[in-house]
């Protein structure tokens, strides 16, 4: 373990520093920005490897795979579609997990729903599904009705207990099924979609479905809200972005904050609920679909939303006031590697060959990046 995560961290540093054909070298970085984002780097890993050593010998058992391709009313649904079902209209219904903390994760709510209100084209209807949140609040403190608001239809459901995104958003997905939709897109509650967010996933849906048929996964372009630079180590590193995969020109994965799945691909699988926390949750279900149906998930770079990681920006020029302000971002920024390392082993004991699939792998979207 010592020897990958040395190895890592060379490989990184050397395409930061000193690979004039690497993305990372040739980004407008300062020498500051530079030594930054390398501290960054160590760290990010040093953590992944912790978290990952916790769980090292658990014995985890993968779970059976939530599929049944017998059913009648969708045997033949992943057939090329007939030229009359490429024309029916392309309806969608958006679905956002959420799990409150705190009056900024409020904030962050009220924000995603206001941005799904004004969308060039409006979904169907937006599910909501409250994890079972421990943060005190009403619905209309998420979704006030003010004037400045599009109509948008949204319906809220509470869980009793909380069970993991993954959980959440299979609840979301059935509500959604009452509504027949042809797509059904994801995001979370600290995101912020671009205006054509659904008008992006409906035109590349309508116009490869030929091809493709409903065995395609879409996902966008997601870059981070805030200007510090533990946000853009993301941006650089690709955290909420996927993987692309040149054999076949598609990702190997799409993240869950920005995709869209037709709903007759989502009847025959769903999201893993080992997953308790947000994770793998969705590689492991885009794997799955390619392993099952050879479902790719396709790059659709005008799907583009902002992510906001909460970490705290100031201006501050009280040296102690932006050094608490760096503490506590390197503190979050820390956990959420650590979480990510606990939760792989269980992605391997799913799926062994995912870590062979993305040793070699570069994060698409660096080109897109500066058109954000």
Known sequence: MTGIICSGIVYDIKNLWFDKSSYYYKSSLKFWDRLIITFLKITALLCYSSGRLKNEFQDFQSKTLNVDISAENYK??????????????????????????????LLQARAVLKC?????????????????????????????????????????????????????????????????????????????????WVESAIEYFENNRHEY??????????????????????DLFGTLNGLYLPSDQS??????????????????????GDFRRASFEDVEFCIRARKLFNAKTLFVDKMRI????????????KWWKSLNAFKDNYIRFGRL????????????????????????????????????
């Open 306 to 317: 902002h992510h906001d990681f909460a970490y705290i920006f100031t201006t501050d020029k």
């Open 213 to 234: 048929g409903n065995c395609m996964i879409l996902s966008g372009l997601t870059k981070s809200l805030g200007d510090t630079h533990f946000d853009l180590y993301h």
């Open 337 to 372: 590697f650590q979480k990510y390392g606990e939760w792989e082993p269980l992605m391997l004991a799913k799926h062994y060959e995912y870590n062979s699939w993305r040793v070699g792998l570069d994060v698409i979207h660096h080109r897109y990046l500066n058109q954000l």
């Open 76 to 105: 033949e649904a992943f057939l090329i579609p007939t030229k009359q079902e490429i024309w029916e209209k392309t309806t969608v219904v958006v679905v956002v997990p959420i799990y409150l903390t705190s009056k900024n994760s």
């Open 251 to 272: 990702l190997l994965y799409g993240t869950t904050c920005n995709l869209c799945v037709p709903t007759l691909l989502l009847k025959a699988i769903t999201f893993d």
């Open 116 to 196: 799904l209100a004004r969308q060039t084209i409006s979904p169907v209807s937006v599910v909501v599904v409250d994890d079972a949140s421990p943060f005190k609040y009403e619905f209309k403190d998420i979704y006030p009705n003010d004037s400045t608001d599009s109509y948008i239809k949204i319906i809220y459901e509470k869980l009793e207990k909380n069970g993991g995104p993954g959980n959440a958003r299979n609840h979301g997905i059935n509500i959604a099924f009452t509504l027949n939709p042809v797509l059904i897109m994801f995001t979370d509650m600290d995101c912020q979609p671009f205006q054509s």
